[in-house]
């Protein structure tokens, strides 16, 4: 019996497999019942049109048996077996494309290169957890069965064996446990079930085992017994591939649950099959509460991918863009190019159409639950809003077309959530632009005497409470034709011009005073005006330039503080209050430094109104009880 040599690409495979150290060697088994899988696939095929098969689609089964004491895993099917031609030229070779680009790029980087997961590995992944493989095989129409034995690299022999029915055996030596690895977990029935569950739960033909119960002794009250009994593990038919209108809602929260680990109701089930020059089906969910972890970096995105009911990837990322991370489920097609390299899938052509059809599929039903289930979406924005909004920061508005239309903001008028067109159907036909004030609150802002002129004019307010709205804001610039401009900006156009003449001559006059408040202030703000946004209160805090304040506070909370920006603080006075009055009498009277107090007292109430800290309580303190005296 000649000992027979692998080709030079499966050698070198073989190397990778068994000298190489793999955190994902469970992968082995969906490998081996995928190959049993399609051998029965095969024969059925053929039983369709040949009578001589003698086999219905109820025949069919892989075996799965566990050897503890001799240290043996055995998958079986009753497939289309192979001849011993047929043997040394499966089990001989890599057959699969991608096996050189593979080894070239090994041997030239040295790095230890994560085939696991693709199905160019196939067979040879069984020498992951095996010293020794033996296949025992009997191909459907002839009257011999062969043995194909191997113990790695060295080569492989093929001798005749025994065996009664079609189909193949593939007996796994299982390695002795190391200081490395625990290799008796795949003697283990409820790890090996687990391990079907998870990676071949929807192989359509019943994955069988033995496995062991616990009852009480008959007429026993405290006595138990064990028992053995031959089960299928895998439920073999997948919730996505039934019809729609066969599956309860009860069902599709149980699916959710289970397979997601989760306690939440999905707040929308997505149920689609595509067909086309792609083919999918997908069955996803929008959550209603975000992950404990989902706004850290731990978290990790995807959907489950499968290829014809085996699963290929736990998490695809590429299937998912970042704004819609939060989306749970799986997505199976048969069009997917499946290579050794996880790179080659992750790029595949079909990956990207799939993806791109998801997108467009999730915005639709978000869109459709905005217009039809308010409620349910304001439950989704209070999960998932600043996803979406963090999304459009992130790609610098490259995103606006998808996600603009799915924003909220809560309105100052009712404090109740709206959209960016509902807010602008609501305009008066007067109001040039979009307002909004950015704060820590709601209850802050509807304080801020910025926003006094703003709706003396009949003008609602969106107030914006996330850290990255003001920054979205000047990314997203306006909402169609209507530009946003903040409350405490510089420009908020609400005067005519007739008022505008007005203002200008009284700020012209009031300039020699302005510039004096300036010094007395000491760089603490870079300009001192008249201000024409100003009802009731006597002053407030301004920006002009890109940096407004509250971006500076946003900024000022992170690392490295001491480099971000500032803002350029304007303080802003009420022409109209009677401090502006007594501001004047000690200008005219030149008493300087009575005017410098006022500035500085003016100047920390100003900071207060805007929720900032005042750089000396206690002389501001005095300041207030000098006053008082």
């Not at 209108?245 to 997601?260: A, D, L, M």
């Not at 703000?525 to 971006?551: N, Q, Y």
């Not at 004047?584 to 800290?613: I, P, R, V």
Request: proline letters at 2%; charged letters at 30%; a negative charge.
């Amino acid at each position: 019996m000649a000992k027979k040599q692998f080709k030079t690409e499966s050698k070198r495979m073989l190397d990778l497999m068994i000298n190489s150290i793999y955190t994902n060697r469970e992968i082995f088994l969906r490998e081996l019942i995928s190959n049993a899988s399609d051998a029965i696939d095969k024969l059925y095929f053929r039983s369709l049109t040949d009578d001589s098969v003698q086999l219905s689609h109820d025949d069919f089964k892989i075996d799965v048996k566990i050897d503890k004491e001799n240290r043996l895993l055995t998958v079986s099917d009753n497939g289309i077996g192979m001849t011993e031609e047929e043997l040394d030229k499966n089990l001989g070779t890599i057959a699969k494309s991608g096996s050189r680009q593979f080894s070239a790029e090994n041997e030239t980087d040295g790095s230890d290169v994560d085939i696991i997961g693709q199905f160019g590995v196939g067979f040879y992944s069984a020498f992951m957890v095996a010293d020794r493989v033996e296949v025992v095989s009997r191909a459907f129409g002839a009257d011999k069965a062969y043995r194909w034995q191997s113990s790695g690299a060295d080569g492989y022999t093929i001798t005749e064996a025994q065996k009664d029915g079609v189909g193949t055996d593939v007996i796994l030596h299982i390695k002795a446990n190391t200081d490395e690895a625990n290799y008796d977990e795949f003697l283990d029935a409820y790890r090996i079930s687990e391990l079907i569950k998870k990676y071949s739960d929807y192989i359509r033909f019943p994955i069988k085992m033995d496995m062991e119960h616990t009852r009480k002794k008959e007429g026993s009250e405290d006595e138990y017994e064990t028992y053995t009994e031959n089960e299928t593990v895998n439920s073999m038919v997948p919730l996505w591939k039934k019809p729609k209108n066969e599956i309860t809602e009860e069902e599709y929260e149980k699916f959710y649950h289970e397979r997601f680990h989760a306690y939440d109701k999905p707040l929308r089930v997505i149920h689609q099959k595509a067909e086309g020059t792609t083919s999918y089906q997908a069955l996803l969910f929008i959550p209603e509460k975000a992950d404990y972890n989902y706004y850290s970096k731990n978290y990790e995105k995807g959907l489950a991918l499968y290829s014809s009911g085996v699963k290929i990837m736990d998490k695809c990322a590429d299937l998912l863009p970042d704004c819609f991370s939060f989306v749970k489920g799986v997505v199976d097609s048969e069009d997917l190019s499946l290579n050794i390299s996880r790179e080659t899938l992750q790029q595949d052509r079909q990956l990207k159409v799939i993806a791109h059809a998801l997108e467009k599929k999730i915005k639709k039903e978000l869109k459709d639950m905005l217009e039809k289930d308010r409620e349910k979406y304001e439950l989704f924005w209070k999960a998932f809003g600043l996803q979406l909004k963090y999304a459009l920061y992130s790609t610098i508005g490259g995103q606006r077309d998808l996600l603009e239309d799915l924003l909220l903001f809560t309105r100052a008028s009712d404090g109740k959530l709206c959209t960016l067109k509902e807010y602008c159907d609501a305009m008066p036909d007067s109001q040039k632009y979009i307002y909004y004030a950015a704060g820590e609150s709601v209850e802050k802002l509807n304080m801020l005497p910025q926003a006094e002129m703003v709706r003396d004019h009949g003008y609602d307010i969106l107030f914006l409470t996330d850290d990255v709205d003001e920054f979205l804001m000047q990314i997203l610039h306006a909402y169609g034709e209507k530009e946003f401009r903040s409350i405490s900006g510089n420009d908020l156009g609400l005067e005519s011009e007739e008022e505008k003449k007005e203002h200008e001559e009284k700020a012209e006059s009031g300039k020699p005073m302005f510039e004096a408040m300036q010094k007395a202030l000491d760089g603490k703000v870079s300009e001192v005006k008249l201000s024409s946004r100003l009802k009731t209160h006597p002053v407030c805090l301004s920006s002009k330039g890109p940096m407004s304040i509250e971006m500076e506070k946003v900024l000022a909370a992170m690392p490295n503080a001491e480099k971000a920006p500032k803002a350029e603080r304007v303080l802003e006075l009420n022409g109209d209050h009677p401090v502006y009055t007594a501001l004047c009498a000690a200008f005219e009277a030149g008493d300087t430094e009575k005017l410098g107090e006022y500035a500085k007292l003016l100047y920390d109430q100003a900071c207060l109104l805007e929720g900032l800290s005042v750089d000396d309580p206690v002389a501001f303190s005095e300041a207030v009880c000098k006053l008082m005296q």
